[in-house]
């Protein structure tokens, strides 16, 4: 059985064609980064425009490289957020019409169910499936997420972030240094060329739920620790470097970057993985986890993977391959398969929800 | 113009369900200051005394752009809107937010970087401005634009 999945929740348009909750027959990603990448974050207006222009082209292509007809569709899933209105409504929109024409069952995914089914698929692929209860971190730039995943995907909430999503901080950082958009690659490049000892940042127990997270405090702390060193002639150097070469290469930032400031760097993203393999640990242990999953955007950065194998866990822990750590339309299709089997349908009054939640 | 120091994070939410019962029942708010002076923490502070919302559940807006938060289960409380225009940088990006019908509303509507943007922020409004002391402390001044 093969299902078409559509996902446009923000940055990116994608669809792809998976088979039998396993195979990704295709997975098409029409990236937006080059023209977010000028104004350091997703634009909304833009978004919506660049969703419109790439939706019709990018299914097209989902579909002939997986060599598959509509009627072999078994169903359409798209996601209906969270995610920034007027994106959403660009994928939900395609999908509801292609519904509606076609006659093709139609199912809405959550977007961050989507990242835990990524690592689903992955592991089901490999022969080596994900056993459960597993805890799922979900962690990019709009979500830090601890779920508990029981059998059946049920979901159960153990903590979130109160401020500053994860891959936020990692934005705000490198947008206060100089550094530009997205800040996690450029980050995880510089980090390894400093000492991730040299700046001891803490963060302060959380009061209510103990598994929360909080990274506000940190990017305050990093904020202070520039002000107090009188680093701004070379914070103006790296914008000046953006402006001259927007897509300047990584050589080109690490000699624009001081030993000082690779220390930072590399201390900065040191806390942050910290903090996060840390509640994600103490949560696995709480619910007696078989498998952690770690997903999302900030799944892609290398020093938290590294990090996860070191610590030597009493169980699997399983990052999605590259592709399917950011925004992809395999996971939507993917995570689609469960409710198809139980013709967990929607109807074509479907709306986008921005501030839909998962548990 | 009424000034406040608050010296903790808690006493920073105290001040925003205080300044829920002061403000206006409807209109703009803008919340000024540098990274990590504090808006975000007193938006908890605010939505939790007009929406009876969970401080630990009112998370930063950069990402997302607007977060809306309304009492549960009473359909005619008026919400509040959470605005963050930290990663625009163009008036014309801000344009296509749709912010002027949320100005519209039956809602306060608090708006985190909106001061870079003068021209599309209403003449009658609020303004906070946030900054951070020695240890913890913060300075919060309000002033009322008509």
Not at chain 2, 22 to 47: D, F, M, Q, S, W
Request: aromatic share 6%; charged share 20%; proline share 6%.
């Amino acid at each position: 059985m093969r299902i078409l999945g559509i996902e446009s929740s923000c940055d990116e348009t994608a669809a792809s064609v998976v088979e039998d909750g396993e195979r990704v027959l295709s997975s098409i990603v029409a990236s937006q980064m080059t023209t977010h990448g000028k104004y350091g974050g997703v634009v909304p207006e833009l978004a919506s425009r660049e969703h419109l222009r790439a939706i019709v082209p990018v299914v097209r292509e989902a579909l002939a490289q997986s060599a598959t007809r509509l009627e072999d569709l078994s169903a359409i899933a798209v996601t209906v957020g969270p995610g920034l209105v007027g994106s959403l409504l660009v994928g939900l929109t395609y999908a509801k019409s292609l519904s509606f024409a076609r006659s093709i069952p139609l199912i809405a995914i959550n977007h961050i169910e989507g990242h835990i089914h990524a690592v689903v698929l992955e592991a089901k692929r490999a022969g080596t499936p994900v056993q459960y209860p597993a805890l799922a971190l979900v962690v990019s730039g709009g979500h830090t997420h601890l779920f508990e995943v029981r059998e059946g995907f049920h979901y159960r909430l153990l903590g979130k972030t109160r401020d500053d999503a994860a891959g936020e901080a990692f934005d705000k950082v490198a947008k206060l240094l100089g550094y530009p958009y997205p800040g996690g690659p450029v980050i995880d490049r510089l980090a390894p060329h400093g000492d991730p000892s040299a700046v001891r940042f803490t963060f302060a127990k959380m009061k209510g739920n103990a598994l929360d997270f909080s990274f506000s405090g940190l990017k305050t702390a990093v904020l202070r620790w520039v002000e107090a060193h009188g680093m701004a002639d070379e914070i103006a150097a790296r914008r000046a470097l953006q402006r001259a070469f927007p897509e300047a290469a990584i050589e080109q930032w690490l000699a624009a970057s001081p030993p000082r400031t690779l220390d930072l760097l590399a201390s900065f993203q040191h806390a942050v993985i910290h903090e996060l393999l840390t509640r994600a640990a103490a949560c696995a242990q709480e619910i007696d986890a078989q498998t952690l999953i770690v997903s999302g955007g900030v799944a892609c950065n290398s020093g938290l993977r590294a990090a996860a194998q070191a610590a030597r866990l009493p169980y699997p822990v399983l990052f999605p391959t590259p592709g399917l750590s950011t925004d992809n339309a395999a996971m939507i299709a993917a995570a689609a398969f469960p409710k198809l089997y139980r013709r967990d349908f929607a109807e074509l009054d479907l709306t986008a929800q921005a501030n839909l939640t998962l548990a | 113009m009424p000034t406040y120091r608050t010296a903790t994070e808690a006493e920073t939410i105290a001040l925003g369900e205080q300044l829920a019962r002061e403000l206006p029942p409807r209109g703009v708010v803008l919340l000024i200051g540098n990274l990590g002076a504090g808006k975000t923490t007193l938006a908890k502070g605010i939505a939790k005394g007009r929406a009876a919302i969970d401080p630990d559940d009112v998370s930063s807006p950069t990402f997302t752009l607007i977060h809306e938060y309304s009492r549960t289960g009473d359909r005619f409380s008026s919400p509040v809107y959470h605005i963050d225009l930290y990663r625009l940088d163009e008036p014309r990006q801000v344009a296509t937010l749709g912010l002027e019908e949320l100005f519209e509303k039956d809602a306060l509507v608090l708006i985190e970087w909106g001061e870079r943007f003068p021209q599309l922020m209403p003449a009658e409004r609020t303004e906070i401005r946030l900054r951070a002391l020695e240890n913890d402390e913060r300075e919060i001044a309000i002033t009322t634009l008509i």
